[in-house]
């Protein structure tokens, strides 16, 4: 049974400590810490088994029982909690991004390397099980070679305006997700990105530097084409779609809904709008995500998505920004 220790118990930390609770029998988390924990974040704690809660994440960091750090606390520390991790000895699991300056990133994997721990990427969505099933079928060969890839992602509202201000623009706190996906169903890389972005959702994110709808078109290695479509806002609830088609076929996945019931009428035909959260919908690859955290750290095995994996999407996002500036496609040998 190895000890756990959580930085940042906000709504992401929270959902981790549940998962591995209530669904991971080789791990236990013996300590949160968030400076800005308040008695609901307390009873929350408490309420999953969870005893030690600290405001100072030293106070996990130096305690020689915790194994593994989970790192979930605001963007602008993941690079240093993880360093400040490594260097303690104790593996890491890090929320994305890794840190917005690819800079800072290098150094984090250089400090993981020579402290010879195990630094995992929190890209969920490799583990929910309609993604899944599509990679499974592109690795076997049925759809034959990668021609195209077409991924849905929008959020059912906007974020509050405080949030975008801080969240280092849609790409990297929203896309990347898509980006990530992209490599993970084709098996291959990007080379080529070229981005379109409006502001149509809410006026006020355009007032603070960022766009709220887009649509980037990315060339890969294989020669591939895929095409993600973004919005903030979808008013039905949370889509989540993606399609592969190849030389031999295709396969694709629609939205998960409360029930797949569908009524029909002479009045017309209806069914379930999609789930309206990510909670909801990604819930199980939360717990998933976490079980194989564990059992590369018990089993001394290679993490399924690792710090190269983490850096890899946030140079697309990068090149995607960069695309929308300067309304150019942008190779991703020019970011640096």
Do not use: W
Not at 88 to 103: Q, R, S, T, Y
Not at 283 to 289: G, H, L, T
């Amino acid at each position: 049974m190895i000890k756990l220790g959580i930085i940042g118990f906000g709504r992401i930390g929270r959902v981790h400590a549940e998962s591995i609770m209530n669904y991971v029998k080789d791990a236990e988390v013996k300590a949160v810490a968030d400076p800005y924990i308040n008695e609901e974040g307390e009873k929350a704690a408490l309420e999953l088994g969870i005893k030690n809660v600290y405001q100072d994440h030293k106070k996990i960091i130096d305690d020689p029982e915790i194994d593994a750090v989970l790192v979930c606390s605001s963007t602008d520390t993941h690079s240093q909690m993880s360093i400040e991790a490594a260097e303690a000895g104790k593996d890491v699991f890090c929320e994305k991004p890794i840190d917005k300056n690819l800079a800072k990133i290098e150094e984090v994997l250089d400090v993981v390397e020579k402290a010879g721990v195990k630094f995992q990427v929190g890209f969920n969505r490799r583990f929910d099980h309609n993604f899944q099933a599509v990679k499974e079928n592109v690795e076997s060969g049925k759809i034959g070679d990668v021609h195209l890839i077409n991924i849905t992602s929008r959020d059912p509202e906007a974020p509050p305006i405080e949030y975008v201000k801080g969240s280092g623009g849609m790409f990297l706190d929203m896309t990347i997700h898509d980006f990530d996906m992209v490599r993970f169903l084709s098996g291959s890389e990007v080379e080529e990105v070229y981005a379109a972005g409006e502001v149509l959702v809410n006026p006020e994110i355009g007032e603070a530097g960022d766009i709220d709808t887009a649509v980037i078109t990315l060339k890969l290695a294989n020669g591939a084409i895929a095409v993600i479509n973004n919005s903030r806002e979808a008013v039905y609830g949370y889509d989540q779609r993606a399609e592969v088609f190849g030389s031999k076929g295709a396969v694709e996945v629609s939205n998960d809904k409360p029930s797949t019931a569908v009524l029909s009428t002479k009045d017309g035909v209806e069914a379930e709008k999609p789930l309206y959260f990510f909670l909801e919908r990604y819930m199980e690859s939360f717990a998933e995500e976490m079980k194989q955290f564990v059992n590369a750290v018990v089993n001394d095995t290679e993490v399924p998505v690792d710090g190269r994996d983490g850096i890899k999407p946030i140079l697309i996002a990068k090149a995607a920004q960069k695309s929308l500036e300067e309304n150019r496609p942008v190779k991703l040998s020019e970011i640096k």
